[in-house]
């Protein structure tokens, strides 16, 4: 019973830290302009804010030599757990290369008590880093669809801690498991301008290649609405899969869900 209680406060903790999303910028021309683009003689800049309402599936085995279980989480699970975020993102272009960072914190800390006199309870903290670099290259551009196509890299670190407080055994257990990778990854990213000031961003990308997870790739997808000439509200959808296993330690999961953001840029 302690096994299957540690597992499912541990996933609440990790599917925390799936609350964000890549910048989703796309440089299309400006609303209501159906003119051709022209060459940017100098960089411009863009920041987004977004939140990300993912839920969870996969297997996962975080805290060794405890087995792999089956997670299956749901957004409003991870509301009541979670202590904090911090996520954002910047896109530098100039002419046809772009430049992007995006970054994200979480910490969840679950807990409650557990059957038996011989231990009282158990606190399960997590804490989730993801650090996404890459560059692209405008393969095409028209009055209607751009196309970005590049590579870059995604690091990641998961760090753990597990509290099993003392009953009738008088006894405490510790454990703190932490684990760091980076995959390398290459994609793509569509644009696509329809009437007004309306246009869809499509963009994926794949990576990992046993470098550092076995393998990773995202997809999504926005509807977007320029609300003027520096600031575009989205909405859509995203998925994030990851299969990364290293000494009993294993994270094979998905995770999807609707996503909003607001890109500003300058």
Known sequence: MIQGETVRYFAIGLMAAALHTPAWASDLPRPGSPRAPVVISGPSFSITSYIWATAIDGKSATFPPLPAADISLRFRDVL???????MGSAE????????LVDGQFSQVTSGGSLPGPFFSSLKVRSQSTTI???AFYRVYENAVISLDAGSGVRFWNLNNRLQILPGLANLRIDHRVSQTW???IVGARLGIKLSGPWSLTLAGDAGGFGVGSRLTWQALGSVNYAWNDHLTLKAGYRA????FRRRGFS????????????????
Request: charged share 20%; no cysteine.
């Open 92 to 99: 530098m272009r100039v002419d046809r290369w772009s430049f």
């Open 240 to 243: 994030l899969h990851v299969d």
């Open 132 to 134: 996404h670099g890459s």
């Open 80 to 86: 009541k757990e979670l202590n904090g975020a911090i």
């Open 182 to 184: 980076v995959d390398p």
């Open 251 to 266: 994270y094979d999961v998905t995770q999807h869900g609707p996503a909003v953001a607001a890109t500003y840029r300058f």
